[in-house]
């Protein structure tokens, strides 16, 4: 089974404080740590674990500017022998289907069985998979939370409400998002990545695609974000202040109060 | 703009969720005066109940009724969708796991855009369609527009808008000759439910609820000692379940329980969408966070900023003392 895994780059929002700049344009990017988008480690230890079961090949594909490459080597370092990366000025300020068009070029450049994303990424729109699938005209299905081979088709579970498991079977090529918790996502170490330091992960531009640069970017999206903004906060929480130890007394007041503490 | 809207209606058990009139309320605020369509699909005489649930509240109803309709599978409600509806239309879903499923690709087949998950309108302006939405786990909102001159799919964050009153003597259409023969490269099995787990969290009144902020297991005996001392359960967000720390049924979420505690206390929880969807009955929620812009101080009665790894011993401690 060859395997293709959609990643991205993104601020980390666990390790952040995510504020917006001045004018709204964008978030400040000062000191902002990056790191893979959390739900694509799942992605690439499923593609992983499913080649290490059935053979086969994971690539892992990413779009952005030169700095994705150390987030491509990181996910190699996982144990995915190829990469890629899509690089081009022409590709800045593409919306869901513009990024998807640039995939869709990616995934017919090669020849895959499988196509796997992250189910979601830091803007939480988790569209660019089922998009994918849907310029490819490959079935999709999205949260995955359970991948087995059959033969030709998969049977795959979904993730749905309340944490029940919605079982199908699904013909591949196809193309699947994946879900945190599908399994536990292998350390990276520095010597992992040392390893595929050298490795060369080519470098594909729109030309190199076959994209049409009209078709993507700024110009094409028919989705813009106009700013970035705060929202005026409601009543919001009542903030406690004072050293640790005042802090803690005052809680355990209103807990008691509350009928917290029994 | 002259616009005809559709709201796909999630129902089950012969029932329309909640969702139906949260749609209703979102197409009026979003196109104020539009008669919008509700779209029912599924199978059998319950879709009957639904149709005509939907048709008190929506001028007008499509109704669906086919086999292979019986679970809603969007491998197959994509090409249904893409047949029967007109050019430009607008498609309004619910940002559930179906609408997650659906609508990326339904705009694709559509040539329309797409909005998803979106928690507030702006208005309309030619074709330009303005919405809010959250990036970045909800720590800052985003005005976006999006060009529906082709149509538009636009899925709404479950609960932001307030349900509409049901007040339209609307009309049932069938339509379920149009879904004959409809056939899919993904065929849904079986829904397997989710476990239960070690203890049932849904019915605790006191919660003490982990998340992330943690940082690792070992520290998570901190919070079994909070937890203890104030005689509460704890609970947990998702990523505590997901590195395996404690059981799924501890999972507070939509993808996991939903709880009805009277004091919901949040440790190192940033109050993402889809864990505060779990939480019903207005508790009384303290959250202590070392982010002073983490969400969760929005939905928090009180806030702490602080360290986890400073303030839980010391409350611990204060608490066994005051016992
Ligand atoms: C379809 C779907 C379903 C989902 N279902 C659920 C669900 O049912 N339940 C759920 O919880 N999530 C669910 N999620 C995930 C959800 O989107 C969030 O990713 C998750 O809730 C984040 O958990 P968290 O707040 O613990 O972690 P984070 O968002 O990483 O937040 C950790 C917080 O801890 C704070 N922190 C860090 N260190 C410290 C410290 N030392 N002291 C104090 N504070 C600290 C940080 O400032 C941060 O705010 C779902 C996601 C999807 C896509």
Redesign the interface.
């Given at each position: 089974m060859d395997i293709l895994v959609c990643v991205k780059r993104v601020?980390d929002?666990?390790e952040?404080?995510?504020?917006?700049a001045a004018g709204g344009a964008d978030?400040s990017r000062e000191d902002l740590v990056y790191a893979v988008n959390e739900w694509d480690n799942y992605a690439v230890e499923e593609a992983i674990q499913i080649v290490e079961r059935e053979g086969g090949s994971v690539t892992v594909v990413a779009l952005g500017d030169s700095e994705i490459e150390e987030s491509v080597r990181r996910e190699m370092a996982m144990g995915a022998e190829q990469g890629l990366m899509l690089v081009d000025g022409a590709f800045t300020g593409s919306d869901?289907?513009g990024v998807?068009t640039i995939l869709k070029a990616a995934v017919q450049k090669g020849s895959y069985d499988l196509v796997l994303t992250g189910?979601q990424a830091?803007?939480?729109?988790?569209?660019?998979?089922?998009?994918l699938?849907?310029?490819l005209d490959y079935?999709?299905?999205?949260?995955v939370n359970r991948v087995e081979v059959a033969g030709k088709s998969l049977?795959i579970?979904?993730?749905?409400?309340?944490?029940?498991?919605?079982?199908?079977?699904?013909?591949t090529p196809?193309v699947l998002s994946i879900q945190?918790?599908i399994n536990?996502p292998r350390y990276v170490g520095l010597r992992g990545i040392r390893k595929v330091a050298s490795v060369e992960i080519p470098v594909l531009d729109a030309a190199a695609l076959g994209v049409d640069a009209a078709a993507v970017g700024q110009a094409a999206a028919?989705?813009?974000?106009?700013?970035?903004?705060?929202?005026v906060?409601?009543a919001?929480?009542?903030?406690?202040t004072g050293s640790?130890?005042e802090?803690?007394?005052q809680?355990?007041e209103?807990?008691?109060a509350?009928?917290?503490?029994? | 703009m002259a616009t005809q809207v559709f709201a796909l209606i999630p129902h089950a058990g012969g029932k329309a969720d909640d969702a139906a009139l949260e749609l209703l309320n979102a197409a009026q605020t979003l196109f104020p005066g539009c008669a919008p369509t509700a779209l029912v699909l599924g199978s059998g005489p319950s879709l009957g109940a639904v149709a005509t649930e939907v048709a008190a509240a929506f001028p007008e109803v499509w109704s669906f009724n086919q086999e292979s309709l019986a679970y809603p599978n969007a491998e197959l409600i994509r090409p249904l969708l893409t047949k029967v509806l007109p050019a430009g239309a607008v498609v309004m879903l619910s940002h559930s796991t179906l609408g997650i499923d659906l609508g990326p690709g339904l705009s694709v087949k559509l040539g329309a855009a797409y909005l998803p998950d979106v928690v507030g309108v702006d208005g309309v302006e030619g074709s330009l369609v303005k919405v809010v939405r959250q990036e970045f786990a909800g720590q800052v909102s985003a005005h976006v527009q999006a060009d529906a001159s082709k149509g538009l799919v636009i899925s709404f964050r479950p609960g932001s808008f307030a349900p509409a009153t049901a007040s339209a003597a609307g009309t049932v259409v069938d339509k379920s000759a149009e879904a004959a023969g409809l056939t899919a490269r993904r065929r849904f099995l079986e829904v397997v439910q989710a476990e239960a787990g070690d203890v049932d969290i849904t019915r605790e009144d006191v919660l003490v609820s982990v998340g992330r902020g943690i940082g690792e297991q070992d520290n998570l005996s901190l919070v079994d000692e909070l937890a203890e001392a104030m005689g509460a359960t704890v609970c947990c967000s998702r990523p505590i379940v997901d590195a395996k720390w404690l059981d799924k049924g501890r999972q507070v979420g939509t993808s996991g329980q939903t709880v009805k505690p009277k004091i919901y206390l949040a440790l190192g929880i940033s109050g993402a969408f889809q864990h505060l969807g779990g939480l019903k009955g207005s508790p009384f929620i303290v959250a202590v966070n070392k982010n002073p812009k983490a969400p969760i101080f929005q939905a928090a009665q009180v806030g702490v900023v602080a360290d986890l790894m400073e303030l839980l011993p010391e409350l611990t401690e204060q608490i066994q003392k005051a016992k």
């Open positions: 601020p929002s666990a952040n404080e995510i504020s917006v978030i869901g289907l998807a189910a830091d803007d939480g729109a988790a569209q660019v998979g089922g998009m699938a849907a310029l079935p999709y299905a999205s949260l049977r579970g979904r993730e749905i409400e309340g944490g029940s498991q919605e079982l199908n079977e699904i013909d196809c945190t918790g536990e028919k989705v813009r974000r106009v700013d970035y903004f705060v929202p906060a409601g919001g929480a009542e903030m406690l640790t130890k802090v803690a007394a809680l355990v209103l807990l008691k509350k009928g917290g503490i029994n | -």
